[in-house]
């Protein structure tokens, strides 16, 4: 059967009427999550973060924003454990995309406190976020190839054992790479019709469609939706400063930016930069985050994207940071893996990504 003729995803997915809610001795208590809880929920996180990723840690902004988003209702799609004592040692948390151009996807995040791994709890947590997921997924009704995904840390091994038991495979390895902001940064020609320019706020939907252009042909890629683009671009951890974008000349009236001329301009390259303070004292320095790196597919082989990155690292170096730091796809079809290693960067972790496929 081809993909223009899948059946609509109610009748393709086995989902629960209600997700099986998880029992265990060690957890007194399951219920939703509510903003109340972001600090209690920010405790677990640190734990998790030690135990998983020591290397980064989750901002409070990224636990915050899923009470701030219209896609997701915590009421329903959200579950936390609480032991006797009244503290959070589990949660789980499905997540449907909102960008459903050629696929849908959802997101099955959970973890339990390292304290009382090994004891069943982690299984339940996965099942009841797939199973909310697939909940989810059904009502769309779409008729479009549909994935059930997570993400792990490689070192992980019982979480991705997790997932393989749940029915996902691994499909993708992230690698993290570092890059120091001390060594020589090169200079990189770019054609005569771009220019290089720093991001400002006006840019922020025009960045946007340039992202969903650039990642329309990238692995597990779909459109970012406004309200998800501007949590990111809005957010308190996102850098203005440290953040870039190239553009060229666009037809009147065709983008709505125009220059500091009034000329229509369209950006066919960027690489957005965010700082996490946080991440400074487990990392043992200083460091900006790269989150996105793209071009145009059109301007694509010109030597846009380094030109970017290159921006953003001596802005970097110039406020006083130590390292960049980001994540690619080891199969990338633009071999961004190579390109940054030309840039000077060298790769430190891995992180899965696992799906199932309905």
């Known amino acids: 059967m081809t993909e223009s003729e899948l059946l609509p995803l109610d009748q393709r997915i086995s989902a629960p009427e ?4 998880p029992r265990h001795p060690d957890v007194a208590e399951w219920r939703p999550a509510t903003e109340d809880d972001i600090d209690a929920l920010m405790v677990l996180m640190r734990a998790l973060d030690t135990a998983d990723h020591p290397t980064w840690t989750t901002a409070r902004e990224e636990v915050a924003d899923q009470f701030d988003t219209p896609f997701i209702d915590p009421a329903v799609d959200s579950l936390i454990g609480l032991d006797g004592d009244g503290r ?3 949660l789980a948390w499905a997540e449907l995309a909102p960008g459903r151009e050629t696929r849908v996807q959802a997101y099955a995040f959970g973890g339990v406190h390292p304290e009382l791994r090994g004891r069943g709890i982690g299984r339940q947590v996965m099942e009841w976020s797939a199973q909310r997921c697939l909940q989810r997924m059904a009502e769309t009704r779409s008729t479009l190839p549909a994935w059930l995904m997570t993400y792990a840390e490689e070192t992980n091994v019982a979480a991705i ?3 393989e038991r749940r029915g996902m495979r691994v499909e993708r390895y992230f690698t993290s790479m570092e890059r120091v902001l001390a060594d020589p940064i090169p200079d990189i020609p770019i054609p005569d019709d771009v220019r290089v320019i720093g991001y400002t706020p006006a840019l922020g939907e025009a960045a946007r469609s340039a992202r969903n252009d650039a990642f329309r042909d990238h692995w597990g890629s779909q459109p970012s939706a406004p309200e998800r683009w501007q949590q990111f671009v809005g957010g308190e951890l996102f850098r203005d400063d440290l953040s870039f974008v190239i553009i060229e000349r666009a037809d009147a009236g065709g983008t709505g930016v125009t220059d500091v001329l009034g000329v229509p301009v369209r950006i066919v390259a960027f690489a957005l930069g965010s700082v996490n303070e946080e991440d400074w004292e487990v990392q ?5 985050y790269i989150d996105l790196i793209g071009v145009a597919r059109h301007r694509r082989r010109q030597r846009l994207a380094p030109a970017a990155i290159a921006a953003l690292l001596r802005a970097a170096r110039d406020a006083g940071l130590d390292r960049a730091i980001l994540d690619v796809d080891t199969a990338s079809p633009t071999g ?3 390109l940054y290693e030309g840039m000077g960067f060298r790769p430190t972790e891995r992180t899965v990504a696992l799906v199932e496929e309905f």
């Not at 043992?284 to 900006?288: I, T």
């Open 18 to 21: 209600r997700p099986t809610e």
């Open 336 to 338: 961004a893996h190579t």
């Open 284 to 288: 043992g320095f200083s460091s900006v």
């Open 88 to 90: 959070i040692v589990a």
């Open 161 to 163: 054992r997790l997932a």
